[in-house]
Antibody, heavy 117, light 107 residues
Framework: QVQLQESGPGLVKPSETLSLICTVS?????????WGWIRQPPGKGLEWIGS???????HYNPSLESRVTVSLDTSKNHFSLKLNSVTAADTAVYYC??????????WGQGTLVTVSS | DIQMTQSPSSLSASVGDRVTITCRAS??????LAWFQQKPGKAPKSLIY???SLQSGVPSKFSGSGSGTDFTLTISSLQPDDFAIYYC?????????FGQGTRLEIK
């Protein structure tokens, strides 16, 4: 059973860097698939942030590309998200997901990140 | 970016009803369309990919159709557990984009 779990600070100050880790169990991230991040501002819809292939190639949403980095750590079987220069508009529930054929099939439970001083 | 527009934005229905939700793409996306169900406080759940293929474990009461720019999700014999928000997602081209969601409520 594939399971994903997000972890990281729930509160980030404006202009600082949001950093999250998604720990995967039940599947080795080096074996295949893309691994992605999606976010959802409170009460709003879903926004694709970006994804990384198990061999390292990435795809980012152009609206965030200048501020976002997604990376893999196969030794720890986790992948991470870094979003710099955050503002209140980056307040959202952040989900990690396994992405098969560009469709997220397994999702983490999500973690709320609030940007506030 | 490809814009995805769902209609209606909200829908009231009764247990036992059959409902249809529409998703329209701003340009052709072949059949690269997925549907998700999201319940309050939970992560979305993948229902359908490639416009009409059910994800493993998803009951056959859910069905999808369409190609090009117009797609539908049909849910038959509504049960209380089906009342949720439904999103479509295109993956024909990056960036991947979602519809704004359709809230399915109990009448």
């Amino acid at each position: 059973q594939v399971q994903l779990q997000e972890s990281g600070p729930g509160l980030v100050k404006p202009s600082e860097t949001l950093s999250l880790i998604c720990t995967v169990s039940g599947y080795s991230i080096s074996s295949g698939y893309y691994w992605g991040w999606i976010r959802q501002p409170p009460g709003k819809g879903l926004e694709w942030i970006g994804s990384i292939h198990h061999i390292g190639s990435t795809h980012y949403n152009p609206s965030l590309e200048s501020r976002v980095t997604v990376s893999l750590d196969t030794s720890k079987n986790h992948f991470s998200l870094k979003l710099n220069s955050v503002t209140a508009a980056d307040t959202a529930v952040y989900y990690c997901a396994r992405v098969g054929l560009s469709v997220p099939d397994y999702w983490g439970q999500g973690t709320l990140v609030t940007v506030s001083s | 970016d490809i814009q995805m527009t769902q209609s209606p934005s909200s829908l009231s229905a009764s247990v036992g009803d059959r409902v249809t939700i529409t998703c329209r793409a701003s340009q052709g996306i072949n059949n690269y369309l997925a549907w998700f169900q999201q319940k309050p406080g939970k992560a979305p759940k993948s229902l359908i990919y490639a416009a009409s293929s059910l994800q493993s474990g998803v009951p056959s009461k859910f069905s999808g159709s369409g190609s090009g720019t117009d797609f539908t999700l049909t849910i038959s014999s509504l049960q209380p557990d089906d009342f949720a928000i439904y999103y479509c997602q295109q993956y024909n081209s990056y960036p991947i984009t979602f519809g704004q969601g359709t809230r399915l409520e109990i009448k």
